[in-house]
């Protein structure tokens, strides 16, 4: 049971000192996180933008295309108009022309508003690309920042994962689920030493009693209060000692 607690408590000092040395980097690594979101998004909106603009001009450049087409049909029924030897085909000529000047009626209009649409995207791609391009050089700033701090703690960094690797392979999995739940639940800390009879994480009270049965070093025993697990000074200095 001793080596049980010891692993707990080697894996307690080892993380604790990862936390440190995540502390250590501050904010950086979510800053850059979310830089690289953030300029991840208005790039894809921008792609967005540049696609409805390039998307308007053609659908536009077709309704010209089909004004032009209509206008000579007309014409060409005019033409025709002078032609024709009886009121009823004078009258179906004139309700072709009548049809094709309703289209380019609506033609006229859909362009309009395929000019707008692509008037707006390309307002907003303009306004889009400086801002971008600033998020840009500022996660590019953060990145190398957070590149020469990772590189001041990588050596220590890569011994203490290192350390923690081989003590988590000696925990069992059920052991690890507990110490990674309770850390997880309190500050990060899951093993803490009794000091002056109180518990190390909440300075709770322990019982005499429960003191004796922790220096025995024989069971799991747990702060009455914040649930952390406690370990007596012996368990400590021999955890310190095998690190
Ligand atoms: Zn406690």
Redesign the pocket.
């Known amino acids: 049971m001793e080596n049980r607690l010891r692993l707990f408590y080697s894996l307690q000092i080892v993380d604790s000192n990862l936390d440190e040395l995540q502390e250590m980097k501050g904010d950086l690594p979510q800053i850059v996180a979310e830089l690289s979101e953030t300029v991840k998004n208005k790039l894809a909106r921008k792609k967005e933008l540049e696609d409805i603009l390039k998307k308007s001009i053609v659908s536009r450049d077709q309704a010209d295309v089909d004004i032009i087409t209509l206008k000579e049909k007309i014409e060409k029924y005019k033409t025709q108009q002078f032609q024709v030897k009886t009121n009823k085909q004078y009258d179906t000529l004139a309700r072709e022309i009548d049809l094709a000047q309703e289209k380019i009626t609506k033609l006229q209009k859909d362009m309009e508003s395929l000019e707008g649409k692509a008037a707006n995207s390309k307002e907003d791609v303009e306004k889009l690309a400086p801002e971008i391009e600033t998020l840009q050089s500022d996660l590019s700033d953060r990145k190398k920042e957070l590149a020469a701090v990772n590189k001041e703690h990588e050596d220590e960094e890569l011994k203490l994962q290192h350390q923690r690797e081989k003590i988590a392979a000696r925990i069992s999995k059920a052991d690890y689920q507990m110490y990674d739940r309770i850390r997880k639940a309190?500050d990060g800390r899951a093993i803490?030493a009794v000091q002056r009879k109180?518990?190390?994480?909440?300075?709770?009270r322990?019982t005499p009693q429960r003191v004796l049965e922790l220096r025995k070093n024989a069971a799991i025993i747990?702060?009455?209060?914040?649930?952390?697990i406690?370990v007596s000074d012996e368990v400590v200095e021999s955890a310190i000692k095998s690190l």
């Not at 109180?198 to 709770?204: D, E, L, P, V």
């Open positions: 309190k803490v109180s518990c190390g994480g909440c300075f709770n322990v747990t702060c009455e209060r914040c649930g952390r406690l």
